[in-house]
């Protein structure tokens, strides 16, 4: 059965996860996929296609992507590298307090440049990415001709 996991689960945008896939043939074809949905509904995605090793597993921080969004060996590619479906379209987070962004981690068999409904992942898991640490504190900025936010450490 193929598994794909993000360790740790929940975590702080800038801190580094490790995603691995197990369960895959020796020297399978597939595609990683990253997708999120932003806050006001577009989808930012990014693709990678590996080769599984002789255990059966990728883990990109050990195996390098041999295409789709980027090539070679980059731990958090498709995190890194996620690009909008819509042109000209910026990934930012507004509510940096109040919700992470859920990026989705799908498996497909081969390489898959375009994915539909019809295509039903080998696997999938779901990363929590936060933007403040719990117990931080948000104090709006307002001075003058300054505007801001201020956030103060628990």
Same mark, same amino acid.
């Given at each position: 059965?193929?598994?794909?996991?993000?360790?740790? $689960? /929940? /975590?702080?945008?800038?801190? =580094? +996860?490790?995603?691995?896939?197990?369960?895959?043939?020796?020297?399978?074809?597939?595609?990683? %996929?990253?997708?999120?949905?932003?806050?006001?509904?577009?989808?930012?995605q990014? %693709?990678?296609f590996?080769?599984a090793?002789?255990?059966?597993? !990728?883990? =990109?921080?050990?195996?390098?992507?041999? @295409?789709? /969004?980027?090539?070679? !060996? *980059?731990?958090? &590619?498709?995190? *890194?590298?996620?690009?909008?479906?819509?042109?000209?379209? $910026?990934? !930012?987070?507004?509510?940096?307090? &109040? /919700?992470?962004?859920?990026?989705?981690?799908?498996?497909?068999?081969?390489?898959c440049?375009?994915?539909?409904?019809?295509? $039903?992942?080998?696997?999938?898991?779901?990363?929590e990415? *936060?933007?403040?640490? =719990? @117990?931080?504190?948000?104090?709006? +900025?307002?001075? @003058? %001709?300054?505007? &801001?936010?201020?956030?103060?450490?628990p």
């Amino acid at each position: 059965m193929v598994e794909v996991t993000v360790t740790p $689960r /929940s /975590s702080l945008a800038d801190r =580094p +996860v490790q995603t691995l896939v197990r369960g895959l043939s020796p020297s399978q074809l597939v595609t990683l %996929r990253a997708s999120l949905k932003d806050e006001q509904g577009e989808t930012f995605q990014a %693709r990678a296609f590996f080769r599984a090793d002789g255990a059966g597993e !990728v883990d =990109p921080g050990r195996h390098a992507s041999l @295409g789709g /969004s980027y090539t070679g !060996v *980059w731990p958090m &590619g498709v995190f *890194w590298f996620l690009q909008p479906d819509t042109l000209f379209r $910026r990934l !930012v987070k507004r509510d940096v307090a &109040g /919700s992470p962004f859920l990026v989705l981690l799908e498996v497909f068999d081969g390489v898959c440049l375009v994915t539909g409904p019809q295509d $039903r992942p080998l696997a999938s898991c779901e990363a929590e990415r *936060w933007y403040v640490g =719990p @117990g931080v504190q948000r104090v709006p +900025v307002r001075e @003058g %001709r300054v505007r &801001g936010a201020l956030f103060l450490p628990p």
